[in-house]
């Protein structure tokens, strides 16, 4: 089973970017799925999560009213779309599935033992002007 993410990349402030998060050799759909980002020197931030695709959505603060989580089960993809780019929301997005932990930020984005699922590689994210 694995996570792949794409659509990272550099953006301006102010830009656009959409990641995308393939699942493969796994009930995808079964899973609950999320975003997380990690910054040099930061802690790994949980920046959304998502049940099922019209079910509910979380996001942190910070990247509410900009970022928007979806999934379509019948691709097994999972998406985050980002609008209005800032230079602090440069990180490594990781995308994970889990069946049924928690999703809250932790140290270190990657598996921890008492998770339920799979992380993906990461992807880089850069905005700057």
């Known amino acids: 089973a694995q996570l792949v993410e794409s659509g990272g990349g550099l953006a301006q402030p102010g830009g656009s970017l959409k990641l995308s998060c393939a699942g493969s050799e796994f009930t995808f759909s079964a899973f609950l799925m999320g975003w997380y980002r990690q910054a040099p020197g930061k802690e790994c931030e949980l920046v959304s999560s998502i049940t099922t695709p019209g079910g509910p959505r979380n996001y942190a603060d910070s990247v509410k009213g900009r970022f928007t989580i979806s999934r379509d089960n019948g691709k097994n993809v999972l998406y985050l779309q980002m609008n209005s780019l800032k230079p602090e929301d440069t990180a490594v997005y990781y995308c994970?599935?889990?069946?049924?932990?928690?999703?809250?930020?932790?140290?270190?984005?990657?598996?921890?033992?008492?998770?339920?699922?799979?992380w993906g590689q990461g992807t880089q994210v850069t905005v700057t002007s």
């Open positions: 994970r599935a889990d069946l049924d932990g928690t999703f809250a930020s932790r140290p270190i984005c990657g598996p921890a033992v008492t998770d339920r699922g799979y």
